[in-house]
C-alpha cells in the first residue's frame, strides 16, 4: 500500500505561486505514474498534470500549461506541482494520485490506485 500526503496549500493573491509536495509512504513511488489533479467547489474533479514514473515525460492540461510543473525525486519519495502566475480560477482542492497506468493518471481512463486526501488553495482577486 502506498500512503500519499499532499502539503503546501495555503491563501495566495493572483499572481502569485505555490508549491504543492505530494509525500509518499509505506513503500516506493518509483514505479508509478503520478498525477495532480483538483476539484472546486461545485464541480467535477479536473486534471490538472501528470509525470511518468522516472521523471521524463509530463503532460498537463490546457488550462495549466505554461504556469505549472510538475516534478518528482524518486529519492525522497516526493513528487511536487510549482504554481505560477495563479489565477482565482485555480481555486479548488488539490489531489496527488499514483497509479502504474499512464492511461490512468494522464488520460482518467479510471480511477488510480492511491490517492491522498487533498490540500487546499485559495487564491483571491
Known amino acids: 500500500q502506498v500512503q500519499l500526503v499532499e502539503s503546501g496549500g495555503g491563501l495566495v493573491q493572483a499572481g502569485g505561486s505555490l508549491r504543492l509536495s505530494c509525500a509518499a509512504s509505506?513503500?516506493?513511488?518509483?514505479?508509478?505514474?503520478v498525477g495532480w489533479f483538483r476539484q472546486a467547489p461545485g464541480k467535477e474533479r479536473e486534471f490538472v498534470a501528470a509525470?511518468?514514473?522516472?521523471?521524463?515525460?509530463?503532460y498537463y492540461a490546457d488550462s495549466v500549461k505554461g504556469r505549472f510543473t510538475i516534478s518528482r525525486d524518486n529519492a525522497v519519495n516526493t513528487a511536487y506541482l510549482q504554481m505560477n502566475s495563479l489565477k482565482p480560477e485555480d481555486t479548488a482542492v488539490y489531489y496527488c494520485?499514483?497509479?502504474?497506468?499512464?492511461?490512468?493518471?494522464?488520460?482518467?481512463?479510471?480511477?488510480?490506485?492511491?490517492r491522498g486526501q487533498g490540500t487546499q488553495v485559495t487564491v483571491s482577486s
Open positions: 494520485a499514483a497509479d502504474r497506468s499512464w492511461n490512468i493518471i494522464a488520460a482518467r481512463e479510471g480511477d488510480p490506485d492511491y
Open positions: 509525470v511518468d514514473w522516472n521523471g521524463r515525460a509530463t
Open positions: 509505506g513503500r516506493t513511488i518509483s514505479v508509478y505514474h
